[in-house]
Structure formats: C-alpha cells, structure tokens
C-alpha cells in the first residue's frame, strides 16, 4: 500500500526529531577540552601504570643506596672446651686436657664509604676460667676493641656494585619520569584528537540532518505542482529518493558520532559507575580556529631539548654506561690497603691451679679492670698491609666488560635513532598543519560558492527554468562543501595538537604539572 505524501512527510519529521540533541537520551552534557583532558589524566589506566612505574623506580633507587646503610651486628655466646695437651709444665701436675669455659659478647659496626672501601668498628669482651696449671688468671676478663679500614686500590676503585647499582637505579627514575611524561602528552593528545573528532561527526549530523530538511522542502514543494498540474506525478521519484538517500547518509552519520562518542568516553572515563557513560557528550568548543604560521626549525629545536622520549633513552644510555664501567673496572686486578689498630685490656684473679706466684696489680680484678687497662693502651696491636689479587685469565671479566660494552652501544644508537624519529615526525607535523591551514580557506570558498550556487538554483527553480536535478545536486554540493569544511577545520584543530606533541611542548601548554609525586591540570 502506498503511503500518503502526508504522512510520508510525518514520518520524515519524526525520524529528524529522533536525532535532535536530548530527544532519545538524556540531556547533553556538556563537556571542554580542559574538562576532557583533566578527566583522562586522573583515571586513564595507562597514567596508574605510569605512576606506579615511577613510585617502583623511586623505591629501587632508595633500596639501592641503603647499600651505604651501616650495619651494626651484635653477639654473645657461651663455649666449652677439654682440648688434650702434648705439654708439660716441669714441677706441676698438668691435666691432659685442662677445661676451658667462656662467655663473650661482641658489637661491631661496618660501614661502606663512597670510595669503595669498607671500614669497621669492633668491641667484644670475654670472661674466662679454665683449670689449666699454665693459666695466670681464672676467671680471666678479656676486652678488645679496634677499627680497621679496606680500601680498593685498583678493582673497584672506580666504581663498584653499589656506586653502579645507585647509578643505575637513578637512571631508572629519570628514565620512568620520562615515561610518565611521555604517557601523558600521549594521552592528552589522544583526547584531544578524539574530542575534535567527535566535534566533527556531530557538525556532520547537524549537515545531513539539513539535507535532508532541504530534500523533504523539494519535495513538498514538487507535490504542490503536482497538485496543480504544473509538473508530472513522474517529478516526485527523484526528491522522494533523493531524501531516503540523504536519510541513511544521517543514520551513517549518526552513528558515526555514537562511535566517536564512546571512543572518548574510553580515554577520559574510569568505572561503569561513572554517570557519564550514560550521558551524551557535547563538547563546548568551537570548531572555529584562529592559523598561525609555525617555525619550523624552532620547533625542530624545541623537540630536541623537550621530548621525554630522547630523556627515557638517555637514561637507558646512562644506565649501560654505569654497567659497562662496572664491567670494565672488573678486569683489574685488585689491590687493597689494609690498615687497623686494636687495643687490648686484660684482668682476672690469680688461677687456683695456675702456676702460683703474684699477679701485677693492675692486672687483678674483673671487668671493669679490664676496661681500664684497655684504656691505658699498654697492650695493642697495629697492621698495614697490601693483598694483591691476580685472576688468572680472567676470562669471565673480559667477556662481561665486551658484552657491556656492545650493549652500551646499542643503546646509544637507539638514543640516534629516536633524534632522527623526532626530526621527522616535527616535519610531517608541520607539513600537515601547514596543509590544513590552506585547506581552511579553499573550504570556505567552496562552501561560500555551493551556497551562492543552490540560491540561484532555487530561484531558477521557482521560475520553471531548471528541474529537480539540478536543484538536488547544488544540495549535494553545498552539504558536501559544508561537510569538507568541517574536515578542514577540525583536522586544523588535530594537526596543531600533533604539532605541540611532536616539539614536545602539549603538557606545558596544556598547563599541566608533572613531577616525580603529582600530575595535575591546569587550564590552557
């Protein structure tokens, strides 16, 4: 059955109320770029990541560095002893396996200096007895104290694992704030390539929906002189197809923006529970732009001294040189300087078995005693001395050094080849910003000239000196100019947002704040 023009015509109008803004869904809200990029830099799930990327590289740098921590041991213990004897003392009667007991304890602190060397601090005491007749005292006090320092001379003297591992530890955080930088101009240039574009679909809607308002006008105004008698029933097939045409261009249209839509709404929201999953998005900047020329080779300069990604391969190059040196200082032989001193303090009562005869006086009494004659530093002991270590080979060390060494020259042509990546991508930035500024005035010259075109059409067509045709093509044209002008503008819009990422410069303009404990944002 043939459906009446009238109701054809109503049915047009509701299929073009669906798609007005707010009609199907709830109320549109709107949304800025600022608000869009703030949204996305606290919860886009790649910044998390980044940011704990960054917390882990802080914590392994501490943890490297705690390798200059001082460690303090303490001690204590209880022995027992019934060791034969192959001796004798003339005049006495000497067991052949005299008992010995002790208690000790001991404290000592060791510490690892910038230099490579090791110093420690040492203390210990003692209360011994044995039933041995060649004992002088029993219970005998025993106290020690003293410091000795290792320094490398050769090995390790330029480095060593500790100074390499808190090298290459701070080259990790360099390196992860880099990479958090870098994940943030990325995704800030993510959003914002989608917010233009979502910008551009719901202009192409706005578009497609006129088209087809100016298709249905044709129609209704061809029906008017069928009804009269002025043209054939045959004239209103083409306005007819014409508009069903236009209708799913608006559906494609359409959807095109739900899918713009959600794709921004996957880079600026978090949970299901975010209510603006549900909403519609309208983004509150105009696709209007004001061109300005760019300097190429200030921003080639720029890029350069600014793109995190030359400081996350500097930091990868820092880290292999701190291995390779490591390395390398490995193949030396070593040498090290062995200085210490020591103090000793002794005293006791006379041993009951012991070979008798008096004790000297300051050498009788307990602890304290023996604290007191360390002090006087009568009895102490001093060494210097050089040990020297010869690898014979040393083949492991030389391998390790080689393979450091080409890794470390790896890196260094990555950090090469990253400059040159950077030098290109500032180009075809600037080539397509430069495009997209000449493509604005073209497009607005042709959608200036579709419009004058379709009036005169329209007033053609109202005299009777053109036909359906043409009118519905000079429609055609207009929606298309309008349509490649939109492009023009909004692709405008993204080439100047890959402009400012490729010199390395979209966070600060975007006023956002990065550092190694917040990342926030500001407007622009």
């Known amino acids: 059955m043939k459906i009446p023009s009238p109701v054809r015509t109503l049915a047009v109008a509701l299929v073009l109320s669906s798609f007005a803004p707010g009609a199907a869904l709830p109320a549109p809200r ?13 919860g886009n799930e790649g910044l998390v990541i980044e940011r704990h990327a960054l917390a882990a590289a802080r914590a392994r740098e501490t943890a490297a560095k705690g390798a200059y921590d001082p460690i303090l041991e303490l001690s204590g213990g209880w022995s027992k002893s019934s060791q034969p004897l192959n001796s004798a003392y003339p005049g006495a009667v000497t067991p ?6 002790a208690r000790e304890a001991g404290v000592s602190l060791e510490q690892l200096l910038p230099s490579g060397g090791v110093v420690a601090l040492r203390a210990s005491g003692s209360r011994e007895t044995t039933d041995g007749t060649l004992a002088l005292l ?35 955080r360099r390196g992860a704030i880099a990479s958090l930088r870098r994940a ?52 209103l097939a083409q306005p007819q197809a014409e508009r069903e045409r236009r209708l799913g261009e608006l559906l494609a249209a359409r959807e095109a923006q739900a899918r713009s839509e959600n794709t921004l709404k996957l880079l600026i929201l978090t949970g299901a529970g975010d209510p603006l999953w549900e909403a519609q998005l309208a983004p509150a900047e105009s696709a209007g732009v004001d061109t300005t020329p760019i300097d190429v080779a200030a921003a080639m300069r720029h890029a350069l001294a600014s793109r ?35 103090r000793f303090g002794l005293a006791g009562s006379a041993s009951p078995s012991g070979p008798g005869g008096s004790i000297p006086g ?13 002090g006087d530093g009568d009895f102490d002991a001093a060494r210097v001395a050089l040990v020297l270590g010869l690898p014979i080979r040393n083949r492991a060390a030389r391998g390790s050094a080689e393979a ?19 030098r290109a991508e500032v180009l075809d930035a600037a080539a397509a910003l430069e495009t997209a500024d000449q493509r604005i005035g073209a497009a607005r010259a042709g959608r200036e000239a579709a419009e004058t075109q379709l009036s005169a059409e329209r007033d053609r067509f109202a005299t009777g000196l053109t036909t359906n045709f043409l009118v519905l093509t000079r429609q055609n044209d207009l929606s298309r100019a309008r349509l490649d002008e939109i492009s023009a503008l909004t692709d405008y819009r993204r080439a100047r947002t890959e402009m400012a990422r490729a010199r390395g410069s979209l966070i600060e303009d975007r006023g956002v704040q990065v550092d190694e404990t917040a990342l926030t944002g500001g407007s622009r």
């Open 362 to 374: 300051r050498l009788s009494g307990g602890l304290g005693q023996s604290f007191e004659t360390l």
């Open 96 to 101: 052949i396996a005299p008992e010995a007991r």
């Open 138 to 172: 029993s219970p005998a006090f025993r106290t020690r104290v003293g410091i000795e320092l290792r320094q490398p001379l050769l090995r390790y003297l330029a480095t060593d694992a500790a100074r390499r591992d808190v090298r290459a530890a701070r080259s990790d």
């Open 184 to 235: 943030v101009s990325e995704t800030i240039a993510a959003v914002e390539q989608s917010y233009w574009t979502l910008v551009a679909a719901r202009l192409g809607v706005q578009v497609r929906e006129e088209a087809v308002r100016l298709a249905e006008a044709q129609l209704v105004e061809t029906q008017a002189r069928v009804r009269t008698g002025t043209v054939p029933r045959t004239e």
């Open 308 to 342: 995190p990604e030359l400081e996350l391969a500097a930091s990868v190059v820092e880290r292999r040189r701190a291995e390779t040196g490591f390395a390398r200082n490995g193949i030396w032989p070593s040498l090290d300087a062995v200085v210490s001193y020591d």
């Open 404 to 422: 450091a060494r080409r890794v470390e020259r790896q890196a260094e042509a990555e950090l090469a080849s990253v400059r040159k990546a950077i």
């Open 30 to 42: 709107d949304l800025t770029l600022d608000q869009a990029i703030g949204l996305a830099l606290r």
